[in-house]
């Protein structure tokens, strides 16, 4: 659906985007991580034609943005961070506005739209009256008039209070589910992603520094949290009988693949270390990611 | 779509109240104008310019006549300054505002977008003219007769028109006005087309018009004059010079249309070549 191949943006003397090379593969709820400034609104404008790259190649479902726009963003629908509308207008007249930028859309189908992101009975009111919440129904409901078959979304719950987030965490799944949307959210909030997406893509000052799948994330090392009476002890010994990788912080260890935290409670007891509790720590998208970061400092 | 893409450049003009609080001040100036030609000494130095041409002051000084005297300090200072804030929204305000970003992740190419916002803009600068142009011979006839009018202007002399010929130039001027009005929108909307704020795009524009007006004025740049934008902007006036200079007038629409080819040109250029961010 999206293909970005060895894309290059320079503003001036900065490098902002900086040989990135990306494929989102239709059907997929994608992920694109970074930092601010990380490149990620430069990546998804050169995606809609609205930034052009200074080398590389676009397509987007199938077609070069640069060359043929029309084509390439014919069955995009896209939402910004605090998405911006003619105020002084109404809901329904802004929707009328903005995809007959498309193609012409019956009132039948802006009805229905109007319909499925619940704003109905408001689509006649001045769109300055709408809540913070309304405003981004009324974003989805624009990109969701031209049957887009890719959703962009830059930053879409940016600004939302926690139960908005939460709707939009849920729309997103539903729009995912009911309609079969591929979409691509590019976002900072790391537990969204993790509860949305099935591959992410990390930046780092305009470099992409992970690409792969969620589960592929958490696969890094096996990190088991173990509470007993001596730590500093028990880790020595699990070290003696190569049970171990790593430990840290006085509470975690990595065990030696193939080693079960059964074998591990056997052997601490039979050495007399009394184990209070023993459990698996999944590392979350958070741990991976700042692990990922500190990694790319330590590597500049 | 040629169709729904002006008329949605013309809903968000129209939309906005900022578009109509210029046809408010209009009215305001125009209003304070008639009162002063009506009660103040302007009548009687109109009256005695009349008569030392040997003209009976009752029969020019008319509703056409005043028309066209209240429309002169409004063409001058405040149709420009309008016309610059409209323009200089126009591409500038939707960056700003974010709606420009919303707009262009749509499959509509840049110089579509901005033509149908120029048009817009040529629409805006026409009607504001055919109101000014309206309520200035609507208020004037009030208090002044339907008669012949005469024109006294540095340039062009004094003329003393008939009824029938004084309001055939008035509509002339009128649609010359509206050509001055469009090249100042098309001036401020060049500008908007460049990465900046709408006030900046507004300021470089009355800055190029004030410039060419100084230039204009002074004598070493009298054989040049005609280089000069706001020389082609008198046209307006110049237009019931006795008998009309048809071609002096042809060749300035000429100048005035390339003109407003030209910043729309440059102004795509430039839109086309930018990044748009948010």
Not at chain 1, 205 to 219: D, I, N, P, S
Not at chain 1, 236 to 249: G, K, N, V
Not at chain 2, 153 to 173: A, D, E
Request: charged share 20%.
């Amino acid at each position: 659906m999206i293909h970005l191949q060895n894309l290059y943006k320079k503003f001036g003397s900065r490098l902002a985007v900086e040989d990135l090379t990306l494929h989102v593969p239709a059907g997929e709820i994608y992920g694109l991580l970074g930092h601010n400034g990380a490149g990620k609104s430069t990546a998804i404008g050169m995606m809609l034609g609205q930034v052009w790259p200074t080398s590389g190649k676009v397509r987007i479902c199938g077609h070069d943005v640069t060359a043929h726009r029309r084509q390439a963003l014919q069955k995009v629908g896209a939402i910004f961070e605090s998405p911006a509308f003619y105020d002084y207008l109404s809901g329904w007249r802004n929707l009328e506005i903005l995809s007959s930028y498309t193609a012409p859309t019956p009132r039948r189908r802006i009805q229905e739209v109007i319909a499925w992101v619940g704003l109905s009975g408001r689509e006649d009111s001045k769109v300055r009256t709408y809540s913070h919440g309304m405003r981004a129904r009324l974003a989805l409901a624009q990109a969701l008039l031209p049957h887009p078959e890719l959703l962009i979304l830059d930053e879409p719950s940016d600004g939302l209070d926690p139960e908005g987030i939460h709707e939009v965490r849920q729309t997103i799944l539903r729009l995912h589910r009911e309609l079969g949307l591929t979409i691509l959210l590019s976002s900072h909030l790391l537990n969204e992603v993790e509860q949305l997406c099935s591959r992410i893509a990390v930046l780092n000052q305009g470099r992409m520094v992970f690409e792969g799948t969620l589960a592929a994330t958490k696969q890094h090392e096996h990190w088991v949290r173990l509470k007993v009476g001596d730590f500093t002890l028990a880790a020595s010994q699990l070290r003696e009988a190569q049970f171990i990788q790593d430990e840290r912080e006085g509470k975690f260890i990595a065990l030696q693949p193939g080693v079960g935290t059964d074998q591990v409670v056997k052997l601490l007891v039979e050495r007399g270390i009394p184990v209070y509790e023993i459990t698996s720590e999944e590392e979350t998208l958070e741990d991976f990611y700042l692990r990922l970061m500190n990694g790319q400092r330590e590597v500049n | 779509m040629f169709y729904r893409h002006f008329r949605n450049e013309l809903w968000k003009l129209f939309g906005k109240k900022r578009t109509y609080i210029g046809f408010g001040a209009f009215i305001l100036v125009q209003t304070g104008m008639l009162l002063m030609l009506r009660f103040g000494r302007v009548r009687a130095d109109m009256e005695r310019t009349l008569a030392g041409n040997g003209y009976l002051a009752q029969e020019y000084i008319s509703a056409l006549t005043v028309a066209v005297i209240m429309l002169i300090p409004q063409v001058a200072l405040l149709m420009p300054l309008y016309a610059a804030l409209v323009g200089g929204d126009l591409v500038a305000k939707e960056a700003e505002e974010g709606t420009l970003r919303m707009i262009l992740s749509r499959p509509i190419s840049r110089f579509r977008l901005l033509l149908m916002k120029w048009l817009a803009g040529v629409v805006f600068a026409a009607l504001l003219v055919l109101v000014l142009g309206g309520t200035a011979l609507g208020l004037a006839r009030i208090w002044f007769p339907w008669k012949g009018m005469f024109v006294s202007w540095p340039g062009i002399g004094f003329n003393v028109l008939s009824v029938g010929t004084g309001f055939k130039l008035f509509l002339w001027s009128l649609t010359f006005m509206a050509v001055n009005a469009s090249v100042t929108v098309g001036l401020a909307f060049m500008f908007s087309c460049f990465n900046m704020k709408p006030a900046a795009a507004t300021i470089l524009a009355l800055s190029v018009l004030f410039v060419s007006i100084v230039l204009e004025n002074i004598p070493f740049f009298e054989s040049y004059k005609e280089w000069f934008p706001t020389y082609h902007f008198h046209t307006w006036i110049r237009i019931y010079s006795q008998p009309t200079p048809w071609d002096a007038v042809g060749q300035t629409l000429c100048i005035l249309l390339a003109l407003n080819l030209t910043t729309f040109l440059v102004g795509a250029a430039a839109f086309q070549a930018r990044d748009i961010k948010s």
